[in-house]
T-cell receptor, first 114, second 114 residues
């Protein structure tokens, strides 16, 4: 596709439910990143992938958060047993390589946990 | 502590006027500094990337400056347009760090009024 796409665009869920967020990076981009943006806060790094592997998982806030990437393309971010503090915009970005080149962001998934 | 501070937090200007946004950072070792524009409900879009040796970089009506000695950067917008209304995010990356070492500012919200 022309850009990074994410789905769903909006997600409302109940506390305790699991949610799965999807990211389709730009074709050919080997690096993929997940960020979280809470209201009034800066972007918070969660995890990045180089190919299918995740060298840096340091940003995942808890063991309820996990992510995977298959085929060097699509990635899913899973949040188990959601909490109200998980409410945020989850942004995905991709870049040609992992070496700090320009990242292209998707539109984000707005998650609201009731 | 590695931090990126942006000012002002918000700004309202009239269409056609110029404005300057500030970014101060305490990130070391420094690799590069980026400015992103984020429209409401959209993902950030890269405007400029500057390394240690670059003092200024332009992208159309956007001009970013960097003073690595004082650890300050500015983003100057010339002849503002209504479409410039957005949040502008300053991001500093750590030299030799992984993608987890991108330090994000909280952004300046710019409103351009007719």
């Amino acid at each position: 596709g022309a850009g990074v796409s994410q789905s769903p665009s909006n997600k409302v869920t109940e506390k305790g439910k699991d949610v799965e967020l999807r990211c389709d990076p730009i074709s050919g981009h080997t690096a993929l990143y997940w960020y979280r943006q809470s209201l009034g806060q800066g972007l918070e790094f969660l995890i990045y992938f180089q190919g299918n592997s995740a060298p840096d998982k340091s940003g995942l806030p808890s063991d309820r958060f996990s992510a995977e990437r298959t085929g060097g393309s699509v990635s899913t971010l899973t949040i188990q047993r959601t909490q109200q503090e998980d409410s945020a915009v989850y942004l995905c970005a991709s870049s040609l390589t992992y070496q700090q080149e320009t990242q292209y962001f998707g539109p984000g998934t707005r998650l609201l946990v009731l | 502590k590695n931090q990126v501070e942006q000012s002002p937090q918000s700004l309202i200007i009239l269409e056609g006027k110029n404005c300057t946004l500030q970014c101060n950072y305490t990130v070391s070792p420094f690799s590069n500094l980026r400015w992103y524009k984020q429209d409401t409900g959209r993902g950030p879009v890269s405007l400029t990337i500057m390394t240690f040796s670059e003092n200024t970089k332009s992208n159309g009506r956007y001009t970013a400056t960097l003073d690595a000695d004082t650890k300050q950067s500015s983003l100057h917008i010339t002849a503002s347009q209504l479409s410039d209304s957005a949040s502008y995010i300053c991001v500093v990356s750590l030299y030799g760090g992984s993608q987890g070492n991108l330090i994000f500012g909280k952004g300046t919200k710019l409103s351009v009024k007719p």
